[in-house]
């Protein structure tokens, strides 16, 4: 079992940057894809970025490429998801997840373990 935790949520202005942390405890995540997705109010659980356990090769939705980074820091069994440029359209709940699965997927049915999500929200 995984368990994920998220933190770094908050109110932003637009233009702005909060970086989201996901700490693992109960395995390494060195073995995993750990993926972002987000939840925006009345809408569907959204694929936003994805790691490979290697961290080579990286996903990103199109809505997010150049202004979201994700990366992982494995000696700390946590991935970061650096956000910046936001808009308010990024405003959602935002979770980590993680899977065994190789390659990298983007479908959230996927992934095994999630996090509690933590909410961002970017005001215009």
């Known amino acids: 079992q995984v368990q994920l935790v998220e933190s770094g949520g908050g109110l932003v202005q637009a233009g702005g940057s909060l970086r989201l942390s996901c700490a693992a405890s109960?395995?390494?995540?060195?073995?995993?894809?750990v993926g972002w997705f987000r939840q925006a109010s009345g809408n569907e659980r959204e694929f936003v970025a994805a790691?490979?356990?290697?961290?080579?090769?990286?996903s990103y939705a199109d809505s997010v490429k150049g202004r979201f980074t994700i990366a992982r820091d494995n000696a700390k069994n946590t991935v970061h998801l650096q956000m910046n440029s936001l808009k308010p359209e990024d405003t959602a709940v935002y979770y980590c997840?993680?899977?065994?699965?190789?390659?990298?997927?983007?479908?959230?049915?996927?992934?095994?373990?999630w996090g509690q999500g933590t909410q961002v929200t970017v005001s215009s």
């Open positions: 790691s490979p356990w290697s961290g080579r090769t990286t």
């Open positions: 997840a993680a899977t065994r699965r190789s390659p990298i997927s983007t479908y959230h049915y996927e992934y095994d373990y």
């Open positions: 109960g395995r390494t995540l060195g073995s995993y894809t």
